[in-house]
């Protein structure tokens, strides 16, 4: 079979317009360049901020992937999509867009992830690396134009500038006018004057995306070794817009076994559209064309927990830090004073005295209602509560719940009554909270701990809400025969909070294993993760868990959680995470037995 490149180049493929929902109901309009012969391959491309797919179409014929279908959106509130121009409610927002549409390409057109090269530019760049970081998607690869990684903006103490300005307009919508002049994107005279002259094309960009998007480079700066998709990183060592120290820095931490950056003398920030921007399509052309003749697979992930990045990172912060060492005093000062003076704080209490991950202090953290000695206890413990780790914990819960609902919802469809079991429920307050809002539906649950007084807890809030379909009972989560033999056998299990606590993958997929023997094919898997944390280091060097002991986690990226989940029998088919990226949830479905 001859490759794509020494095909006959075709006519250009005229595209085709569409328009698909994204999550919120929000129509999102695309162009499609379908070969006449139905195409099992793809590239999906993503346009830098400002701009829209039909700054895309030259870029599309450039590359002559004439039997490969290709697809570019109009970003929400860009181009021939809705929304305020440069807007969306959150950076989060478009990478949850990003997710939407390239499923709807998979599902549409028949055309598998392990099918798809995703080609992105600047923001959307940003955007599309992040949905590769937090959701990992078993897409074939991904080729990275320009990533707005760190803009310049040239006034000194820009973003918390701007920061501010959003704190005292907290609920207003605020926007800036880009700088940047078409002279400034390329030196391509004629270019310069289409972008000019483009209506379609807006300066404004909101405020909340700008801060969103500097936010999410500098978790991807830290975080590359994520991403092991094969990646191409293109730049120029002129450009006005970004910093190429950041690109840079984002590509030597690139997790990648297959990764190549080139950067381009002397070319502007839209190297798509330079002078000699053929020598950029030929770089992208090559790069698609090697992605798809290599195998789709990467290596296994199963055994990260003896080794990779997040391995040495918790080895790293289960040691003692050196006598000598500045870090380790500042640490033991915060441990001190959490110990002393946050006691007038009832959270930071009931941390010291359960451990800061017992079902006890979670509970707290749900209520969500400071609590203290005297007026300094509770505005300590407001400033506890509305840490990040515990503000992504309640929105862990509303994802929890809302696929908990989804679970239901398809299992209500196929005509069976629900049932639940929850492996390491502690109060159990999540399902307690649906069951209660779903009162009188055909829904019964089994709520497991390890903890009698969790149990005793969540006895305590299910009577409270008059719920009679709830049983608790004594287990252990990682007890695969016990999981196995649970009666009724259930068509909804959940698993939350439960295994970010533990380094093992094989103690995890024995548990996996476990609720995959209760259940039956065509069942659901509710399930946690937390592929990243801000404050992971304070949480390991001053904050004891359950135990006693220093509360120091592994980090799961969301690509090793699932292939767990997947070799334990299930399929991952839908997912949702917190604005910073701290904790997902995620939906599979039972598709088979593995021993």
């Excluded at 490149?5 to 162009?31: H, N, Q």
């Excluded at 392990?114 to 990992?136: E, L």
Aim: charged share 25%; proline share 6%; hydrophobic share 40%.
């Amino acid at each position: 079979m001859a490759s794509i490149e020494e095909r006959p180049k075709a006519p250009p493929i005229v595209p085709v317009e569409k328009t698909m929902l994204s999550w919120d109901g929000v129509e999102l309009f695309y162009r499609a360049w379908l070969p006449e012969q139905k195409a099992d391959r793809a590239v999906i491309l993503f346009h830098r901020g400002h701009e829209h797919s039909g700054r895309l179409a030259d870029v599309v014929a450039g590359l002559h992937l004439d039997d490969v279908a290709a697809f570019a959106w109009d970003a929400r509130g860009h181009g021939r999509s809705p929304g305020e121009r440069g807007y969306a409610p959150s950076f989060g927002c478009m990478v949850r867009d990003v997710d939407c549409f390239v499923r709807h390409v998979s599902q549409t057109y028949g055309i598998p992830y392990g099918n798809i090269v995703v080609v992105a530019h600047s923001v959307g760049a940003v955007t599309v690396a992040t949905w590769v970081h937090d959701y990992a998607p078993p897409i074939r690869a991904l080729a990275l134009a320009t990533p707005a990684l760190r803009v310049k903006l040239y006034v000194p103490l820009a973003i918390p500038a701007l920061r501010l300005m959003q704190w005292f307009k907290r609920g207003k919508k605020s926007f800036i006018t880009s700088y940047v002049k078409a002279k400034m994107l390329t030196h391509d005279a004629e270019q310069a004057a289409r972008y000019d002259g483009d209506p379609l094309i807006a300066k404004t960009i909101a405020v909340n995306i700008l801060l969103g998007l500097h936010d999410a480079a500098t978790r991807l700066i830290d975080d590359a070794g994520a991403i092991r998709v094969p990646t191409l990183l293109l730049a120029g060592n002129a450009d006005w817009v970004v910093k190429l120290s950041a690109e840079d820095r984002f590509f030597d931490r690139l997790g990648s076994p297959a990764k190549r950056m080139r950067v381009f003398n002397g070319m502007y920030h839209d190297i798509l559209h330079e002078k000699d921007r053929e020598l950029v399509w030929e770089e992208l052309r090559r790069f698609i064309r090697e992605a798809f003749e290599r195998p789709a697979s990467l290596p296994s992930l199963l055994s990260a927990d003896e080794h990779g990045f997040t391995y040495r990172e918790y080895e790293q912060l289960g040691r003692q830090l050196p006598w000598l060492s500045p870090r380790r005093w500042y640490w033991a000062l915060s441990r001190l004073v959490l110990n002393t003076g946050g006691r007038l704080s009832r959270g930071i209490r009931i941390g010291w005295q359960t451990g800061f991950d017992s079902g006890k202090s979670l509970d707290h953290i749900y209520e969500n209602r400071a609590q203290g000695w005297l007026g300094i206890g509770r505005l300590i413990d407001w400033f506890y509560l509305n840490g990040p780790g515990w503000t992504g914990i309640r929105q862990r819960k509303i994802h929890l719940q809302r696929l908990l609902k989804q679970a239901i919802g398809r299992v209500r469809e196929s005509g069976e009554p629900v049932r639940i079991l929850d492996v390491a429920t502690g109060c159990g307050r999540y399902v307690l909270d649906t069951l209660a809002e779903l009162r009188g539906q055909p829904i019964s649950a089994l709520l497991r701990d390890w903890t009698p007084a969790n149990l005793q807890l969540g006895k305590q809030i299910a009577a409270r809400l008059g719920l009679t379909n709830v049983t608790f009972e004594p287990g252990d989560a990682f007890d695969r025969r016990s999981l196995a033999n649970v009666q009724p056998a259930p068509n909804v299990a959940i698993v939350s909070g439960l295994y970010e606590l533990f380094p093992s993958n094989t103690q995890v997929l024995e548990s996996l294993r476990g609720i995959a023997d209760a259940m039956q094919p065509g069942g659901y898997l509710i399930y946690t993760g937390q592929p990243w944390h801000p404050q992971i280091e304070l949480i390991a060097r001053v904050l004891p868990n359950r135990d006693g002991q220093p509360w120091v986690m592994r980090r799961r990226t969301q690509e090793e959680l699932d292939q767990i989940v997947a070799a334990a029998g299930f399929e991952k088919i839908a997912m949702e995470i917190d604005e910073m990226g701290i904790f997902t949830v995620s939906l599979a479905r039972r598709v088979g037995h593995l021993t």
